[in-house]
T-cell receptor, first 113, second 115 residues
Framework: AQSVTQLGSHVSVSEGALVLLRCNYS??????LFWYVQYPNQGLQLLLKYTTGATLVKGINGFEAEFKKSETSFHLTKPSAHMSDAAEYFC???????????FGAGTRLFVKA | GAVVSQHPSRVICKSGTSVKIECRSLDFQATTMFWYRQFPKQSLMLMAT?????????EQGVEKDKFLINHASLTLSTLTVTSAHPEDSSFYIC???????????FGEGSRLTVL
């Protein structure tokens, strides 16, 4: 069985500060891992994904995430927060070659001026 | 990237009426689409998996007769909320799965308000 845990339902940072959104997963098979962003009243947009290969993956809008198998983590980071980064972020896992995607509960990011 | 379009983005209806929401894959063929429901400040809840040319697969606890799903072509899936009640008010989102690595492409979402 697979599951995703996002630590912190709300994260608040100052503009220009480091963004760190935490995600831990459990999977009985090698996982594919995703981060999605959702702006109010919109669908989800892919930020980045890990499937195979390099464990540090870069995505859009300056975000990146590192797959750490030993820690079963896939934390999302951005060196310098921008006001436009304020949104809901979802970590998701899907088994290699598998079908269903499991979403975390989401973390709402607030960016203070 | 692939584009999935959802319509309407907002709909208000009276209790007892039915509402249809469309989900289209604009630049690729999607044999499988997914329908989610999202309550305020919560994650996505998978309602059903829509398979082109066959019956949808519903998640446990989702009423098949209440939420009718049709996937008549490789580019269109529809969700019909039948005999809608205020408790059906929610944000409904569809997605289509990419071929390569499980990436999901999402529609813009549809906010349903039942009066």
């Amino acid at each position: 069985a697979q599951s995703v845990t996002q630590l912190g339902s709300h994260v608040s940072v100052s503009e220009g500060a480091l963004v760190l959104l935490r995600c831990n997963y459990s999977s009985s098979v090698p996982p594919y891992l995703f981060w999605y962003v959702q702006y109010p009243n919109q669908g989800l947009q892919l930020l980045l994904k890990y499937t195979t290969g390099a464990t540090l993956v870069k995505g859009i809008n300056g975000f990146e995430a590192e797959f750490k198998k030993s820690e079963t983590s896939f934390h999302l980071t951005k060196p310098s927060a921008h006001m436009s980064d304020a949104a809901e972020y979802f970590c998701a896992v899907s088994p290699t070659g598998g079908f269903k995607t499991i979403f975390g509960a989401g973390t709402r990011l607030f960016v203070k001026a | 990237g692939a584009v999935v379009s959802q319509h309407p983005s907002r709909v208000i209806c009276k209790s007892g009426t039915s509402v249809k929401i469309e989900c289209r894959s604009l630049d690729f063929q999607a044999t499988t689409m997914f329908w989610y429901r999202q309550f305020p400040k919560q994650s996505l809840m998978l309602m059903a998996t829509s398979n082109e040319g066959s019956k949808a697969t519903y998640e446990q606890g989702v009423e098949k007769d209440k939420f009718l799903i049709n996937h008549a072509s490789l580019t269109l899936s529809t969700l019909t909320v039948t005999s809608a009640h205020p408790e059906d008010s929610s944000f409904y989102i569809c997605s289509a799965r990419g071929l390569a690595d499980g990436e999901l492409f999402f529609g813009e979402g549809s906010r349903l308000t039942v009066l």
